[in-house]
């Protein structure tokens, strides 16, 4: 309904421009958040400002990883330590392990490798293995309980 919403905006000012579509949907979401109050649900409001804090969270994360291994790149000595970690999983639907495999490996300096026949471990590759423990946290932490969030 929201994208409905802002492409009704985008013909109706005759602009199709991105920045206009985003105003669109940046009103649409205004009036179906309004309007789920009115009849009483509120959960897409919840959901979507979930999704940008994601997408936020993602995005601190890429640039991070990136500099970690520039920076590795580029100085005469190499601080890679890279291991095999296994990670608990928390999520158990097939889309949830997807998108939080694909998030580890979309990550530079992580790569995930396999999920185990029972879909409790999710085994990955990094270059950076300091703690494997402290790994593992960061993960479940950080990439799994937003995939949780966002999703259920």
Not at 15 to 33: D, I, R, T, Y
Not at 65 to 78: C, G
Not at 130 to 139: G, K
């Amino acid at each position: 309904m929201n994208v409905f919403l802002a492409l009704i905006w985008a013909a109706a000012t005759g602009n199709f421009g991105p920045a206009n579509v985003m105003l669109g949907f940046v009103l649409g979401f205004v009036v179906v958040v309004f309007a789920q109050r009115a009849i009483g649900s509120t959960s897409y409001g919840h959901k979507v400002i979930l999704v940008i804090r994601f997408a936020l969270f993602f995005i601190y994360e890429l640039f991070k990883a990136n500099l970690r291994v520039a920076y590795d790149v580029i100085t005469p000595s190499q601080y890679m330590r890279p291991g095999i970690v296994a990670i608990p999983l928390s999520v158990k639907s097939d889309m949830e392990i997807t998108l939080l495999a694909n998030l580890i490996s979309l990550t530079p300096g992580t790569l995930s490798l396999d999920v185990s026949d029972d879909k409790s471990v999710l085994y990955i590759h990094a270059m950076f293995v300091d703690d494997p423990d402290e790994l593992r946290h960061e993960i479940k932490a950080g990439f799994e309980r937003r995939v949780i969030e966002v999703l259920r």
